[in-house]
C-alpha cells in the first residue's frame, strides 16, 4: 500500500490541488489528512470538499475544531480567532458539520494518525523536542505514527535515546517507534514556502518527505481579496 499524508492544508486551495496533482502521476491506494483542512486561508469549502473527493481519512485538528465550536479560541492568537472567526462565516452547516464529528486520532494499518499528540489529542500540544515525543511514544501500539500541528517536516526515533532527523527519506525499522510529522501543504513554517507532504510506502517501509511548487502569489492577492489579516498571506512568501 502507498499512502499519501497530508497535513495542515489552511484552506489554501492552490497548495492543496498542486500536491493532489502531483501526487497524481504516482500509485496512490489511500489519502490520509491529519487535520486542519480550514483556517488562515481563503478556500476552505473547497478545502473541504477536495479532501471528501478524495475519500480521505481525516483526523480533527484544532483550527477545524474551533470553526466548528468544539474548541475554544481564547488561546488563538489574535490572526488566527479572525481566521477562524471568518472561516466559520464561510462554511455551510454540512461543512461544519463534517468538521465537527472529525474523529482525534485513528489507528490504521501499521501506524497512527493525529494532529497534535497520542497522549492527549484533544489539548492539540505539540511534539517538538525528544521528551514531547517520548510522550507520545509510550501511547504507541504500532511503531509508526504520523503527525502534524507544527506545520515543520521532522521525524523522531526511539533509540538508545530519541533523536530527531530533518531528513527526507525515513526508513521504518519496526524494533524501533518513529513519529513522523509530514510538515503543511498550506502554510509551511520551515523556511521552505514549498507545499510539503509525505507518501508512505508499506512495502518497502519508507517514509518520503516530498515538496511542490504552487502559485503563492495568486494565495496571497485572494487572501488580501476576501478582507483575511495581510500577514497570513506575506508569511507563505517565506515560509514562516
Ligand atoms: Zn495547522
Redesign the pocket.
Known amino acids: 500500500m502507498r499512502y499519501a499524508i497530508l497535513s ?1 492544508i ?1 484552506g489554501n486551495l492552490d497548495a492543496l490541488k498542486a500536491v493532489l496533482s502531483a501526487l497524481s502521476s504516482e500509485k496512490i491506494d489511500a489519502y490520509v489528512c491529519l487535520g ?1 483542512i480550514v ?1 488562515y486561508g481563503p478556500q476552505p469549502a473547497e478545502c473541504v470538499h477536495e479532501i471528501q473527493k478524495y475519500g480521505c481519512i481525516v483526523v480533527a ?1 484544532n ?1 477545524d475544531f474551533a470553526v466548528s465550536e468544539k474548541l475554544n479560541i481564547g488561546n488563538f492568537n489574535v490572526l488566527a480567532k479572525e481566521a477562524v472567526l471568518w472561516t466559520r462565516a464561510k462554511l455551510s452547516a454540512e461543512d461544519i458539520e463534517f468538521l465537527a464529528n472529525l474523529p482525534l486520532e485513528e489507528r490504521l494499518e501499521g501506524f497512527h494518525v493525529v494532529h497534535g499528540t497520542l497522549y492527549a489529542p484533544e489539548l492539540f500540544d505539540y511534539v517538538q523536542t525528544s521528551y514531547d515525543a517520548s510522550l507520545s511514544m509510550a501511547r504507541m501500539e504500532a511503531p509508526l505514527c504520523f503527525v ?2 507544527s ?1 515543520v517536516p521532522v521525524t523522531f526515533v526511539q533509540g538508545q535515546v530519541i533523536s530527531y532527523s530533518l531528513g527526507q527519506v525515513v526508513q521504518i525499522n519496526p524494533r524501533n517507534k518513529v513519529i513522523v510529522n509530514v510538515g ?1 501543504v498550506g ?1 509551511p513554517r520551515d523556511k521552505d514556502p514549498r507545499a510539503c507532504y509525505a507518501v508512505y510506502d508499506t512495502e518497502s517501509q519508507t517514509v518520503l518527505i516530498q515538496r511542490t511548487h504552487y502559485d503563492i502569489e495568486s494565495v496571497i492577492a485572494k487572501i488580501r481579496e476576501a478582507g483575511l489579516p495581510v500577514p497570513l498571506g506575506e508569511r507563505l512568501r517565506v515560509g514562516r
Do not use: A
Open positions: 495542515d489552511h486542519d483556517g485538528g483550527h502534524g500541528h506545520h503543511s502554510q
